[in-house]
């Protein structure tokens, strides 16, 4: 005996599908991100040596949370972040900070290729400490192509 299909399971299956392939192009950071960064650097509220870097979404954050680790896993930290879009698909990964003076602040992350990345939450202490005194930031951009 063959089963009849449902006409309104159909019918949202088809409405659904481009719905759900939005979504899934619309996502972030999809992939880990490994960064080699030359200089010292704070994220959310923790400086960082410079040194090679891997950023990743933290499951089942809901696209929230982000860590970094660095090369030999002996540090490790996590940020929150939101979704950003860059003005252009960048060509490879793009780190953009905020910089004051020899002070740097990574503020967003984009992957090589995609206009969606995300974004710190929040300004660390440190920089709205920064601000507070008068002090601007200039953004810099590293592009990453390893």
């Known amino acids: 005996m063959r089963k009849r299909r449902n006409p309104m399971l159909t ?30 650097f704070t994220i959310g509220n ?6 090679k ?4 979404m ?11 680790t660095n090369a030999n896993d002996r540090i490790s930290e996590e940020f929150l972040v939101r979704a950003s ?27 090589g290729g995609s206009r969606a ?3 710190v939450e929040e300004p660390s202490r440190q920089e709205l400490r920064l601000q507070k005194q008068g002090q ?3 953004e810099r951009t590293e592009t990453q192509t390893s």
Not at 11 to 32: K, M
Not at 53 to 56: K, T
Not at 89 to 101: D, I, R, S, W
């Open 136 to 138: 601007s930031p200039v």
């Open 53 to 56: 870097y891997d950023f990743r």
């Open 46 to 51: 923790t400086t960082l040596p410079s040194g």
């Open 85 to 111: 879009d860059a003005k252009t698909a960048p060509t490879h990964t793009e780190l953009v900070f905020n910089c004051y003076g020899n002070r740097e602040f990574l503020t967003r992350i984009y992957e």
């Open 117 to 119: 990345g995300m974004a």
């Open 11 to 40: 019918l949202a299956a088809i409405i659904l599908a481009p719905l759900a392939a939005a979504q899934l192009s619309n996502a972030q950071i999809a992939n880990e991100i490994v960064a080699t960064i030359e200089h010292p």
């Open 58 to 68: 933290l499951q089942g954050s809901s696209m929230t949370v982000m860590t970094i």
